[in-house]
T-cell receptor, first 116, second 122 residues
């Protein structure tokens, strides 16, 4: 079946450094790729998403790149801060039954630790 | 406005008991999803509602799991005869329905997640 692989599972960086998380997906029909941040005891929160008609999207210190040919996408966080510490999940859309809906397959998550 | 809310936030139960988990989606969101997150794992899709109907139940792990949605709003996930392997965080999300664009492409909308219910089966 469809799956999303995410690497690394844990990532430790010094404050101010950059962090990169990579995901690959299997369904060539996927066309929506969100990234979620989950802080301890909270539900995931969307931080950025990208659709298949663009190759890169930026929002302040966060950027996402997409390579549809290779079926992989990446999250880049620059100038990391301690408050960036959380678990990050990538996801890819797959065809969700009749009528179409946003069925997402999630990666296993990356635990990011930013040390002061 | 208010986000997605879930109750209870924590539930401890004994093996074999039934439990009900509740989700209140964002007002006006017709799409509702349930996910399960086991310790240190990603999100596992359970079921999707569009309005009160569930066109996709493919993620429910067994017939002990069921869900319903009434009035196009509140949803309840029920687990019967709970087992220890059911211990996990159960997350609910809601979104506006996907919009079909010219050319047939779907414009997906963000899923907003609730804080989850942590279920512990002893």
């Amino acid at each position: 079946g469809e799956n999303v692989e995410q690497h690394p599972s844990t990532l430790s960086v010094q404050e101010g450094d950059s962090a990169v998380i990579k995901c690959t997906y299997s369904d060539s029909a996927s066309n929506y790729f969100p990234w979620y941040k989950q802080e301890l005891g909270k539900g995931p929160q969307l931080i950025i998403d990208i659709r298949s008609n663009v190759g890169e999207k930026k929002d302040q210190r966060i950027a996402v790149t997409l390579n549809k040919t290779a079926k992989h996408f990446s999250l880049h966080i620059t100038e990391t801060q301690p408050e960036d510490s959380a678990v990050y999940f990538c996801a890819a859309s797959i065809k969700g039954g009749t009528g179409g809906y946003n069925k997402l397959i999630f990666g296993a998550g990356t635990r990011l630790a930013v040390h002061p | 406005g208010a986000g997605v809310s879930q109750s209870p936030s924590n539930k401890v139960t004994e093996k074999g008991k039934d439990v009900e988990l509740r989700c209140d989606p964002i007002s006006g969101h017709t799409a509702l999803y349930w996910y399960r997150q086991s310790l240190g794992q990603g999100l596992e899709f359970l079921i999707y509602f569009q309005g009160n109907s569930a066109p996709d139940k493919s993620g429910l792990p067994s017939d002990r799991f069921s869900a319903e949605r009434t009035g196009g709003s509140v949803s309840t996930l029920t687990i019967q005869r709970t087992q220890q392997e059911d211990s996990a965080v159960y997350l609910c999300a809601s979104s506006s329905p996907s919009t079909r664009l010219a050319g047939g492409h779907l414009l997906y909308n963000e899923q907003f997640f609730g804080p989850g219910t942590r279920l512990t089966v002893l």
